[in-house]
């Protein structure tokens, strides 16, 4: 179970991109996440007017290893971990490890 969900606001670790900021677009199973606007490489597509598609070089977001990038925390404008957290109510909820916050708030 992985502690980044889609949507996500991250920042990227390593790489090319190292401390720009982006949102979760997709998890893939291979243990990879897709950020909008991070890990760009020029791709060769092929026109398909039947989908619309015109033809030339585009600009894709490639898919980036789960553990390259971290969440971002609102309150400290920083990279943090998350972990889990089980309410009274039996609710299961993600915190931030530096705050103890709740992620999804």
Do not use: C, W
Request: net charge positive; aromatic share 2%; no cysteine.
């Amino acid at each position: 179970m992985s502690k980044i969900h889609k949507g996500d606001q991250v920042i990227l670790n390593t790489g090319k991109d190292k401390g720009k900021r982006g949102t979760v677009l997709s998890i893939l199973d291979s243990g990879h996440v897709v950020v909008e606007g991070l890990n760009l490489a020029k791709k060769h597509a092929k026109p398909n007017p039947m989908k619309g598609i015109t033809g030339g070089i585009i600009n894709k977001e490639m898919p980036i290893d789960i553990s390259n990038v971290a969440l971002f925390n609102s309150a400290t404008k920083k990279a943090d971990r998350a972990g889990y957290k089980v309410l009274k109510d039996g609710k299961k909820v993600r915190v931030f490890k530096s705050n103890g916050e709740a992620v999804d708030a």
